[in-house]
């Protein structure tokens, strides 16, 4: 298991930005995937955007062109870069480390309101 540490979350009007840490308890070099999901209602999440331990990047649709995701693997660190922001943007963020096979664990999520 990895303890992951999230910070940055808040209130934003659309058009505005916001940054998302995600804090890893270990080497982003032994986790296989890093992800930042997000909860609207329910239990249901939806995949953002993720990063391999090699560095490559994808995106959900919705988010392409207006998120990054990136890391500092000195600070074991994945950041969301969150620009354009829209209403529908608005949810509970949360980030997520994967093995090769096993899941390692989940953040305790951030909340993000944007109005507009």
């Known amino acids: 298991q990895v303890q992951l540490v999230e910070s940055g979350g808040g209130l934003m009007q659309a058009g505005g930005s916001l940054r998302l840490s995600c804090a890893a308890s270990?080497?982003?070099?032994?986790?296989?995937?890093m992800s930042w999901y997000r909860r609207v209602s329910g239990n249901q999440r939806e995949l953002v955007a993720t990063i391999t331990s090699r560095g490559t990047t994808n995106y959900a649709d919705s988010v392409k062109g207006r998120f990054t995701i990136s890391r500092d693997v000195a600070k074991n660190t994945v950041y969301l870069q969150m620009n354009s922001l829209k209403p529908e943007d608005t949810a509970i963020y949360y980030c997520?480390?994967?093995?090769?096979?096993?899941?390692?664990?989940w953040g305790q999520g951030t909340q993000v309101a944007v109005s507009s």
């Open positions: 270990t080497s982003l070099f032994s986790i296989n995937t």
């Open positions: 997520n480390a994967r093995g090769v096979i096993a899941e390692l664990g």
